[in-house]
């Protein structure tokens, strides 16, 4: 369009200087005049000479003046020079960030972030520079670009600070049996990257450097106790870990398995039993047997222990050598691991008296805490602490040693429709494969595939004994409990044979008199040390 001017203003009906192209683009119109139509010079468009009905007015500028509009498309805008990362920096320094562009009308809008993240607007930083103040730990930024085209995000800008290595998390001690490796892991904060170099040997003394540059180091093959520590060095300083000590100990017996010490979660929750709250407990490392005593292994025990000094060991039942010993007291299986100790050439556990003078051979004896010589290496009876963080086999938070359901396929229970977790319930009765003859239906020890820690029948079989007084648990955190100074009934623990699915739950606890025996309750023995 063009118009040639008289000497009154003109006005021009346009619709928008910026409007929709085809659909999807926008373009804006732009204003030229000419006095001989063979050079043009843009005329800028000022809010002023827009009326409020959309009429551009031309103001007057001479007799001999021609005008034309142009329509040009509208683009998104365009960046020509991202913002920078910036490293090096000191903690409270700050960091000028600028971006090149070019376009029409452009705003800005920095963030807090990755590149796209809108979640973080930095209020007031709406230019193409940005100053981020002090800075005091490691951030992103990035700046979105508008105009009426659309907006163009910029690349993520990192402001990095000089920090030197720290150390998060040390390497822990660990016991391992001899033949095995060890693995150690530190974790470090400050600037990356880090190098790391570990040692064996104490501590800053003469060492021996060991391992990758990892934050992880596997020793070799281990038969004697070993002492490592790790440098983490950056570019601006150097850290030592403590020095941690792996502890060889001799193999265990081929029926035990070591179950390394460390934390974990003790209690239900899933089911709200009110005796059991989740709590966390930190054990030292025992050894605990794969399988449930059987009666074979009884017999051989009574029959030692009866002409040296085990004058009233119990007969015990069981439905086969292989199979589990049951209808055994709490004061029969303490005496028997005595009585196993002595055999084997091992330092009993069990004492009358506080002193720890006098062995626990014959009667029935009420033990305290202080009877018990809880480092040495015989057979004992797992605490309930022991006990559940075994079953668990290294899982957390389950209801049985694999999972949260149970089926005739893992464990020998009474089947019930009663439980949803009970996936044989509908069978409504004892084991199909170990229920004939006359009760007592109990399965041959190892029957069942093992936990995590390599442990069978921790779930049905036969209840097994425990050490502890059955008390309601401690509020808080414990470290190696040893249950109540006293009380009136020991526990058992882990379902059996002919107890439904809720007994058989590693967090049920059962519990009856010291003197009490029954068809279904035998024992599993733990040590504290080998040898």
Not at 62 to 74: C, D, E, S, V, W
Not at 206 to 212: H, L, S, W, Y
Request: charged share 15%; hydrophobic share 35%; aromatic share 12%.
């Amino acid at each position: 369009m063009k118009n040639r001017l008289p000497l009154s203003a003109l006005w021009l009906v346009i619709p928008s200087l910026i409007s929709p192209l085809g659909g999807q683009s926008m373009s804006v119109l732009e204003l030229e005049k000419s006095s001989n139509l063979n050079i043009w010079e843009r005329v800028t468009i000022t809010p002023e000479m827009i009326s409020d009905s959309g009429k551009l007015q031309i103001p007057p500028v001479g007799p001999q003046q021609f005008y034309r509009m142009k329509t040009r498309l509208l683009e998104l805008p365009l960046i020509s020079i991202q913002p920078l990362a910036t490293t090096g920096v000191e903690e409270g320094e700050s960091v000028t960030f600028m971006v090149g562009s070019q376009g029409d009308g452009l705003s800005y809008q920095w963030y807090v972030g990755q590149s796209g993240d809108t979640s973080q607007p930095i209020s007031g930083a709406t230019t193409q520079s940005y100053n981020t103040g002090a800075v005091n730990a490691d951030t992103f930024y990035w700046v979105q670009i508008i105009n009426d085209a659309g907006s163009t995000n910029s690349e993520t800008a990192s402001v990095t600070i000089n920090r030197p290595p720290t150390i998060i998390t040390q390497p822990s001690s660990q016991t391992i049996v001899t033949g095995n490796t060890a693995t150690l892991t530190v974790s470090a904060a400050g600037s990356a990257p880090f190098v790391y170099q570990w040692f064996q040997g104490n501590l800053n003394l003469p060492t021996n450097p060991v391992g990758e540059n990892s934050f992880t180091f596997t020793s070799p093959v281990l038969t004697t106790t070993t002492n490592y520590w790790v440098k983490i060095t950056n570019a601006f300083g150097e850290v030592n870990s403590n020095s941690v000590t792996v502890t060889v100990n001799s193999a265990a017996p081929s029926n035990m398995t070591l179950i390394p010490a460390g934390a974990f979660a003790m209690g239900d929750s899933l089911d709200s039993l009110s005796d059991a709250p989740t709590r966390t407990v930190t054990l030292d490392d025992f050894y605990v047997g794969n399988n449930e005593v059987t009666k074979g292994e009884w017999d051989e025990v009574r029959i030692w222990g009866l002409s040296n000094g085990y004058t009233d060991l119990a007969e015990g039942s069981g439905k086969a050598v292989n199979h589990p010993v049951q209808n055994i007291t709490w004061y029969d299986v303490v005496k028997w691991c005595n009585a196993r100790s002595e055999k084997d050439g091992l330092t009993p556990v069990y004492f009358v008296n506080d002193e720890r003078t006098t062995l626990y051979k014959t009667g029935d004896a009420s033990l305290t805490n202080a009877q018990v010589s809880w480092t040495a290496n015989g057979y004992r009876l797992p605490t309930e602490a022991e006990w559940e963080k075994a079953a668990r086999g290294g899982l957390s938070g389950k209801r049985f040693p694999w999972g949260d359901t149970i089926s005739h396929s893992q464990a020998n229970y009474y089947a019930s429709s009663g439980y949803s977790y009970d996936l044989s319930g509908s069978l409504n009765n004892f084991h199909p494969t170990y229920a004939t003859g006359s009760q007592i239906y109990t399965s041959p020890v190892g029957a069942f595939a093992a936990n995590g820690y390599g442990l069978n029948d921790m779930t049905g079989n036969v209840m097994e004994w425990c050490w502890d007084w059955y008390d309601t648990y401690p509020v808080g955190a414990q470290t190696n409990p040893r249950g109540a100074s006293s009380g009136s009934f020991r526990v058992y623990r882990g379902g059996g044979w002919d107890r439904e699915a809720k007994d058989c739950r590693i967090a049920s606890r059962s519990y009856n008199f010291q003197w009490f025996f029954e068809y279904n309750v035998g024992l599993r023995i733990v040590r504290s040390s080998i040898p």
